[in-house]
């Protein structure tokens, strides 16, 4: 009697234990679920950093040219209409220069917050669990424990 007794309380408290458990493991604010989502958006924020990285030397190499390059220069003086001393332009109706004058800045990325189950809810998933299965147990599975009969005389 004393044994089935710890098993209604034990057993209550391990079912509460363990359902608490999985859902903290596998969908809480620390669980398996959030951390996927979370090396998903790593790996987002980790391309786009690589594309602006690729930007940012194609700009550097565009601004050293137009610094220092005599060439890049005069292309880009000639575009503007400015010729050197004794130069002379030949300018063809409907052509527009070959320089290109689209620079891409990159793409602005908006974090997301990673989805879960909040801790308060996994607790109380656990506690209601408990609860339920030890009124379970103390309902259905045990007898009466008072048999009142009629004493006979």
């Given at each position: 009697?004393?044994?089935?007794?710890?098993?209604?309380?034990?057993?209550?408290?391990?079912?509460?234990?363990?359902?608490?458990?999985?859902?903290?493991?596998?969908?809480?604010?620390?669980?398996?679920?959030?951390?996927?989502?979370?090396?998903?958006?790593?790996?987002?924020?980790?391309?786009?950093?690589?594309?602006?990285?690729?930007?940012?030397?194609?700009?550097?190499t565009r601004f050293s040219n137009l610094s220092a390059d005599?060439?890049?220069?005069?292309?880009?003086?000639?575009?503007?209409?400015?010729?050197?001393?004794?130069?002379?332009?030949?300018?063809?109706?409907?052509?527009?220069?070959?320089?290109?004058?689209?620079?891409?800045?990159?793409?602005?990325?908006?974090?997301?917050?990673?989805?879960?189950?909040?801790?308060?809810?996994?607790?109380?998933?656990?506690?209601?669990?408990?609860?339920?299965?030890?009124?379970?147990?103390?309902?259905?599975?045990?007898?009466?424990?008072?048999?009142?009969?009629?004493k006979q005389s």
């Open positions: 009697m004393q044994s089935m007794k710890r098993f209604n309380v034990i057993l209550p408290l391990f079912i509460g234990t363990l359902i608490y458990s999985l859902l903290s493991i596998t969908v809480g604010p620390k669980g398996i679920w959030p951390m996927s989502q979370l090396v998903q958006e790593k790996t987002i924020l980790s391309t786009n950093l690589d594309t602006l990285y690729r930007l940012n030397e194609d700009l550097d005599p060439d890049t220069i005069s292309v880009y003086a000639h575009e503007l209409g400015y010729i050197a001393n004794g130069e002379k332009l030949i300018k063809l109706a409907g052509f527009s220069g070959g320089i290109d004058r689209k620079f891409e800045s990159g793409t602005a990325l908006t974090l997301k917050q990673p989805n879960f189950l909040p801790e308060w809810l996994c607790k109380f998933f656990g506690l209601f669990s408990g609860i339920s299965t030890f009124v379970i147990l103390t309902v259905f599975f045990t007898g009466k424990k008072h048999a009142y009969t009629k």
